[in-house]
């Protein structure tokens, strides 16, 4: 069985992929990351270093975690969600009570903004699902003003051998297990880990980030190697 589509489908299959399982997506993240991708989504925000009522692009935003972190830190922040999927977005509406922000429905190689125009672009767990990572890298750019950030969180394999080969038997075989008990969409779990399997390793990522265009590129690891956080600036 082939699980990862064929370049010209992936659009269209992310799409309905992401549609599927936006009503437990949030659920599903909190239990398969023991509660921690709240925390690397808080990290995500502050590495966008964005001055008091900065404009913030949340790219792939879902149903808008890193943008409600963002108005968490500082309620002054001006952050637009945009999306590929209407159903994560619907899902995200009105989650965090009286934190609120406008989400629009994009491509994110093709962003319906302007040059310049904000203080910094972010994405969370989005650049596997892309068709071209340093087309994606260079959109964010492009948008972002001149000193402004890139931030970018994705999950990686890690390379130490024991955790590794535990880790991959639990991202291979029990996360498709759960994702497809709790959400019904096991197909969408599976996914899940061969993206991972088939995306740059963090170094690599950050030399895609250098050859998109930004300079001073930087990432950490986080949850024993299996999060990687990179940032660069424009």
Not at 88 to 115: C, I, N, V, W, Y
Not at 143 to 170: D, K, M, N, S
Request: aromatic residues 10%; positive net charge.
């Amino acid at each position: 069985m082939t699980i990862l589509p064929p370049a010209a489908e992936k659009p269209a299959y992310v799409r309905r992929m992401f549609a599927a399982i936006a009503p437990r997506y949030d659920l599903l993240n909190r239990l398969m990351t023991l509660g921690r991708d709240r925390s690397w989504r808080r990290t995500v925000a502050r590495l966008c270093a964005l001055p008091a009522g900065g404009r913030l692009l949340d790219v792939a935003t879902g149903t808008g975690d890193i943008a409600y972190e963002a108005l968490r830190l500082d309620p002054t922040t001006r952050a637009v969600g945009l999306d590929l999927t209407r159903e994560m977005m619907l899902a995200g509406l009105g989650k965090h009570g009286g934190l609120s922000f406008p989400f629009t429905e994009g491509d994110a190689l093709r962003l319906p903004f302007d040059d310049n125009a904000f203080d910094a672009a972010c994405s969370g767990f989005m650049m596997r699902n892309v068709v071209d990572v340093a087309a994606a890298f260079a959109e964010q750019r492009r948008v972002v003003r001149p000193g402004g950030r890139v931030v970018c969180l994705e999950i990686t394999l890690p390379v130490a051998p024991l955790f590794g080969w535990l880790f991959r038997l639990y991202f291979f075989r029990l996360v498709p297990l759960i994702g497809g008990l709790i959400s019904g969409q096991r197909r969408a779990y599976t996914y899940l880990p061969h993206s991972v399997a088939h995306f740059p390793r963090p170094a690599e990522l950050a030399r895609i980030m250098t050859a998109a265009g930004l300079h001073d590129v930087r990432y950490r690891l986080a949850m024993l190697g299996t999060v990687a956080i990179h940032w660069g600036i424009k």
